[in-house]
């Protein structure tokens, strides 16, 4: 009898413990899977948060766009740099220190912490992107020369005003950087101060 009873009481505490590795199994199998809800929610809240803030963006330049019917205007748009707390992520990571390629089409890149109204939107006839910056940066120039600014000068100006980002600060961005392209004069990979200039 006494047998028995023991034999039951094992029995009990198998089927016992074999409940609970399952109950186990299933509760990590859900917690598995809020996590995973959790990441996706995350991810889709900052694509909201990028897209409407690149929408902001956007439309802001697009107002500045339609104003910029004379050079002082032209000069605003095209000196329109969203940065500090008008950064986007657009890497969607969290911060906006990256460099990113895929606002400009995947093979030039930029700090999501310096984004141009000439990289955003159309403006003066021309697609967003480098055609549109080298033409803000001609016009910027004959806009200083015209206010009796020398060479130095303009050049000074260009450099207080066109900024690459944070990012920048990094050796491997830079080649692919739309500052690289704009004002590598010596194809170095980078730019050095005096190569940021009017000419």
């Given at each position: 009898m006494k047998q028995k009873g023991i034999e039951m009481a094992i029995q009990v505490f198998i089927v016992l413990f074999v409940l609970l590795a399952v109950?186990?199994?299933?509760l990590q199998?859900?917690?598995?899977?809020?996590?995973?809800?959790?990441?996706?929610?995350?991810?889709?809240?900052?694509?909201?948060?990028?897209?409407?803030k690149l929408q902001a963006m956007r439309n802001e330049?697009?107002?500045?766009?339609?104003?910029?019917?004379?050079?002082?205007?032209?000069?605003?748009?095209?000196?329109?740099?969203?940065?500090?707390?008008?950064?986007?992520?657009?890497?969607l990571d969290g911060t906006t220190t990256n460099l990113d390629k895929e606002l400009l089409g995947g093979a030039i890149g930029v700090c999501e912490d310096s984004i141009y109204c000439?990289?955003?939107?159309?403006?003066?006839?021309?697609?967003?992107?480098?055609?549109?910056?080298?033409?803000?940066?001609?016009r910027l120039c004959n806009l200083w020369a015209k206010q009796g600014l020398n060479a130095e000068e303009r050049s000074a100006h260009l450099f207080d005003?066109?900024?690459?980002?944070?990012?920048y600060d990094d050796p491997k961005n830079r080649p692919s950087h739309w500052y690289t392209?704009?004002?590598?004069?010596?194809?170095?990979g980078s730019v050095e101060p005096d190569e940021v200039g009017c000419q």
């Open positions: 109950a186990m199994l299933v199998m859900v917690s598995q899977q809020f996590v995973q809800q959790q990441k996706q929610v995350e991810e889709q809240r900052r694509k909201q948060a990028r897209d409407e330049c697009n107002q500045l766009c339609a104003q910029a019917n004379n050079e002082i205007g032209q000069a605003n748009f095209c000196l329109k740099r969203f940065s500090g707390n008008d950064a986007v992520d657009l890497t000439s990289q955003l939107v159309e403006c003066f006839g021309t697609s967003p992107g480098m055609e549109s910056m080298q033409k803000c940066v001609t005003y066109m900024k690459p980002g944070t990012c392209m704009l004002f590598d004069k010596d194809k170095s």
